[in-house]
Each structure stands twice: as C-alpha cells, then as structure tokens.
C-alpha cells in the first residue's frame, strides 16, 4: 500500500475542531505491518459529554491503483459533574418556625444523575424529613429543597452529603459544612424581618374604655339613688 492518507470529513458539524492538520499520510505500508495517524480534536464547549462518531476517507494506491474507503472513527467525551451547595433561609429567627433552602448548582460540564440530599443541621429542629431525591441535575443548572425547622441557636450549622451518578455511572458522594446566621427576635425586629402587632393594645384599649364605661355607670346610677332618697326625704 504506497501514499495512504486518512482525512478526518465534517469533524466541524460535530462540534470538533482539528488542531493543526485534519489529514495525515504515510508513504508506505507494509504487508503484514501497521502505522500509526495522529490528529488532534479540540471539542468545542458546547459539545455535550457522550459518544461521537467523526466520519474519515482513506485514500491509497495499490499496484498504481487509487483505491478509497470511509469509516468512521469513536471518540468519547467525557466530564464530571461540578457540584456546589448552598444553604438560606427567607427568616431565620430563633424560636420561630421557618423554611431551610439547600441549593445544589451543578458547573460541571456533565449532568448528575440520581441526585440525593440528606442534611445533619446543628443548631435547629427537623419538622420535615432529613433526607430528599432530586433526581437529575443538568450542566448549568440547579435545583433547591425545603426543609421545615426550627431555629434554635443564632449560629446554625448545616452539614449533608449529596450522592449522585456521574457520566461513567460512578456513584459519587460530596459532603459540606456551610453556616446559616439566624437572627435574634430583637434583631429581627431591627431589620423589619418581624412587624409589631397593635392588636393587643388595641384589645387593651377597647377592655379599658369598657371598664371606665361600666364604672362611670355604676357611679352615675349610685348619684341618682342618692338624689331620689334625698328628694324623698325632704
């Protein structure tokens, strides 16, 4: 086999770009003997993790015949999943009962599979389950879950460990520790997170000016009687 040359066809539609050269040549192939074609293929970053397929025509001369084939040659793109959390609450206020957000943002490239959440939280009550499925988690995405608790202390805790699949189906485990500040009633009261209720004052108001009624009443009948006895008399 004299003058063998392998071009890579369409490599662009797929999302790769061949560094340097998209061709390579050898002058000869034995009988019996191989060699070797190298090319190299930047993946664009749009491409998403999985198996591709990049079409190739092989060219050659036998016995001063040009002979062509085409195939195609697999090529893997793999990633792994980038997997941050988050934790806030809308109102963390000690002794009352409120919402815990846990985000879980993926920046990898790949998409975690199989998601699953469980939190270990120090400084506040479960209301609700420790433990939640997310399911997937697509490149560039996120997803949150909702715990009910109550806040016991002003510095909280938040530890949990999230499981999920990564492209190659390997099961993996990534554990965090992130703080929440949870506020005093006082404090809440300071930055607006809780509103003073009137009603009680109001109520106390009402009962008030009922009594003094009742009692001025009483007093007011009591002149009366006396008045009348007085008028009797004389």
Do not use: H
Request: proline share 3%.
């Amino acid at each position: 086999m004299d003058l063998a040359k392998l071009a890579l066809k369409d490599s662009s539609r797929l999302l790769f770009t061949a560094v340097g050269s998209s061709e390579d040549s050898v002058d000869k192939i034995k009988s019996g003997k191989a060699e070797e074609f190298f090319f190299t293929l930047r993946a664009s970053s749009e491409i998403i993790p999985g198996e591709y397929s990049i079409p190739y025509e092989l060219s050659y001369y036998e016995k001063d015949s040009k002979k062509i084939k085409t195939g195609s040659i697999g090529v893997v793109v793999a990633s792994n999943p980038l997997l941050e959390a988050e934790v806030y609450s809308d109102k963390p206020i000690v002794g009352k009962e409120g919402k815990l957000n846990i985000k879980i943002v993926n920046k990898g490239l790949a998409d975690a599979r199989f998601v699953s959440l469980r939190i270990f939280p120090d400084g506040l009550n479960l209301l609700s389950s420790d433990s939640a499925y997310i399911g997937t988690i697509s490149s560039d995405d996120f997803e949150t879950e909702t715990f009910d608790v109550i806040f016991k202390t002003q510095d909280a805790l938040i530890s949990g460990i999230v499981e999920y699949k990564d492209f190659n189906n390997n099961l993996l485990k990534q554990n965090f520790n992130l703080p929440l500040q949870v506020y005093s009633v006082q404090k809440a009261y300071e930055l607006g997170m809780l509103k003073k209720s009137y009603i009680p004052y109001y109520i106390g108001g009402a009962l008030l000016i009922i009594v003094l009624w009742l009692i001025w009443r009483s007093i007011s009948k009591r002149r009366k009687l006396r008045r009348s006895m007085q008028a009797q008399e004389g």
